[in-house]
């Protein structure tokens, strides 16, 4: 389980970063549809981010 949330959240941040980077410095110029696909992309990416910080401090049940 601790795996497969990092391997998640990375493919999460990867798709958030990726998508988003090209329109966040140019948030301002965006339409409202524009703006919602760049929050969009940042809840992306902070679901991933969180993603890889909760799989880290998952411990392994014995």
């Not at 958030?16 to 809840?43: C, E, P, S």
């Not at 991933?48 to 401090?57: E, P």
Request: glycine share 12%.
């Amino acid at each position: 389980m601790k795996y497969v949330l990092i391997i998640i959240g990375i493919i999460l941040s990867i798709m958030g970063f990726v998508q988003g980077y090209r329109y966040i410095f140019d948030f301002n110029a965006l339409t409202m549809y524009g703006k919602g696909f760049v929050t969009g992309t940042i809840i992306l990416l902070i679901l991933g981010v969180a993603l890889i910080i909760a799989g880290f401090f998952i411990r392994k049940k014995r």
